[in-house]
């Protein structure tokens, strides 16, 4: 099994420009989320979906934007890129909720927009 | 919502010593509490977690403990080797909920 697989693994944008980050899950779990990791402040979430056809908003959504269209694949778009957006970001899945079970979190891309 | 807290920032100890990190949660309803070792580059795992309903969970050199009364769970690492060091994060969460994560201790263990 490849677990949590996000695509890509890095990437560099100018400010304005937009780009989807996808994530892929072969575990049939129900959850999965988008998170960003910026230095000393650990993970925040920005969307996660609680099933195919479902998105909701995390504590930091803005300028985010994310489709479950199918179970396995959740899509983080960013319509107009800003510097404030360079991280690196996370997608993670779980198959009842990550506030009850373990997330198996991919592997990360890393983020920068110039 | 939830809020959690992790105490220390960073901490460094010696090859052999114990190390111990702190986290505080608000929500009294949260009843789920993992802890995610996160290696240089890597992404974040789970090393432990502890239900609601447990004070206490070891496993080999790591062991969690709970207060539900105060609010705090804790990360107890004893012998600690140098591939300990990595950034530890604590989560709280409740069923049907996400987890909220601590901002991370980055542990340094000197050989």
């Known amino acids: 099994n490849a677990g949590v697989t996000q695509t890509p693994k890095f990437r560099v944008l100018k400010t304005g420009q937009s780009m989807t980050l996808l994530c892929a899950q072969d575990?049939?779990?129900?959850?999965m989320y988008w998170y960003r990791q910026d230095p000393g402040m650990g993970l925040r979430l920005i969307h996660y979906s609680v099933g195919e056809g479902t998105t909701a908003k995390g504590e930091v959504p803005d300028g985010y934007n994310v489709s479950r269209l199918k179970k396995q694949n959740f899509l983080l778009g960013l319509e107009s890129a800003a510097p404030s957006q360079t991280s690196v970001y996370f997608c993670a899945s779980s198959p009842t909720g990550a506030g009850y079970t373990e997330a198996f979190f991919g592997q990360g891309t890393r983020l920068t927009v110039v | 919502g939830e809020n959690v807290e992790q105490h220390p920032s960073t901490l460094s100890v010696q090859e052999g010593d114990s190390a111990v990190i702190k986290c505080t949660y608000s929500?009294?309803?949260?009843?789920?509490f993992p802890w995610y070792k996160q290696e240089l580059g890597k992404r974040p795992q789970l090393i432990i977690d502890?239900?609601?309903?447990?004070g206490e969970k070891k496993d080999q050199r790591i062991a969690v403990t709970l207060n539900k009364t105060a609010k705090h769970f804790s990360l107890h690492i004893t012998e600690t080797q140098p591939e300990d060091s990595a950034v530890y994060f604590c989560a709280a969460g409740r069923s049907g909920g996400k987890s909220t994560f601590g901002d991370g201790t980055t542990l340094t263990v000197k050989p």
């Open positions: 929500d009294s309803a949260s009843n789920y």
């Open positions: 575990m049939n779990h129900e959850y």
């Open positions: 502890i239900r609601s309903n447990v």
